[in-house]
T-cell receptor, first 118, second 111 residues
Framework: GAVVSQHPSRVICKSGTSVKIECRSLDFQATTMFWYRQFPKQSLMLMATSNEGSKATYEQGVEKDKFLINHASLTLSTLTVTSAHPEDSSFYIC??????????????FGPGTRLTVL | RKEVEQDPGPFNVPEGATVAFNCTYSNSASQSFFWYRQDCRKEPKLLMSVYSSGNEDGRFTAQLNRASQYISLLIRDSKLSDSATYLCVVNPNNAGNMLTFGGGTRLMVKP
């Protein structure tokens, strides 16, 4: 299957700092990327849908000013957690959809970024 | 009511056993259904899609019952390596390509 990378894989930061997470599709172009968050023993929750060249669509309850998403190219989307607090500690996973028209296109998941805010 | 519901388990089974998981979904208009596997601290990986007629991939069999809005996954001849969390995933509509994840069912296969 297609490969999606995320960087960094793990980050520990102090409360109040901002953290940027990169999501890259390595061997395909992704018109759409998705950002998920997973708390311990819970399922993945979609945070936002990111379309190349346009503003992200955020799910209800997700603060767009706190979780800044940029999808500047067909292979890169970034999520910036601004002024992170301990409650933002979570496993952040991105996925990317191949640029193929019509029907359902499989989402390929990145390996995730584990964020710990002290 | 959650959009996609699963028994969290854990299901503890011996090697070689057959185990089945069920999942129910609330949106009757849902179009696509999948089972993903997620290992501890890893990303989910697609195990198989679920088709209306049911489908099989080696030791894994998936079934869809639209009338009752549930999906099942059957694993035969369980291996130690099958130990993981199995996520039931529903795509509410093909156009949006958004996925709704169930909470997952944890499987532990013991020697």
């Amino acid at each position: 299957g297609a490969v999606v990378s995320q960087h960094p894989s793990r980050v520990i930061c102090k409360s109040g700092t901002s953290v940027k997470i990169e999501c890259r599709s390595l061997d395909f172009q992704a018109t759409t990327m998705f950002w998920y968050r997973q708390f311990p023993k819970q399922s993945l929750m979609l945070m936002a849908t990111s379309n190349e060249g346009s503003k992200a669509t955020y799910e209800q309850g997700v603060e767009k000013d706190k979780f800044l998403i940029n999808h500047a190219s067909l292979t890169l989307s970034t999520l910036t957690v601004t002024s992170a607090h301990p409650e933002d500690s979570s496993f952040y996973i991105c996925s990317a959809r191949d640029r193929v028209a019509g029907g359902y296109n499989e989402q390929f998941f990145g390996p995730g970024t584990r964020l710990t805010v002290l | 009511r959650k959009e996609v519901e699963q028994d969290p388990g854990p299901f503890n089974v011996p090697e070689g056993a057959t185990v089945a998981f069920n999942c129910t979904y609330s949106n009757s208009a849902s179009q696509s259904f999948f089972w993903y596997r997620q290992d501890c601290r890893k990303e989910p990986k697609l195990l198989m899609s679920v088709y209306s007629s049911g489908n099989e991939d080696g030791r894994f069999t998936a079934q869809l019952n639209r009338a009752s809005q549930y999906i099942s996954l059957l694993i035969r001849d369980s291996k130690l390596s099958d130990s993981a969390t199995y996520l039931c995933v529903v795509n509410p509509n093909n156009a949006g390509n958004m996925l709704t994840f169930g909470g997952g069912t944890r499987l532990m296969v013991k020697p």
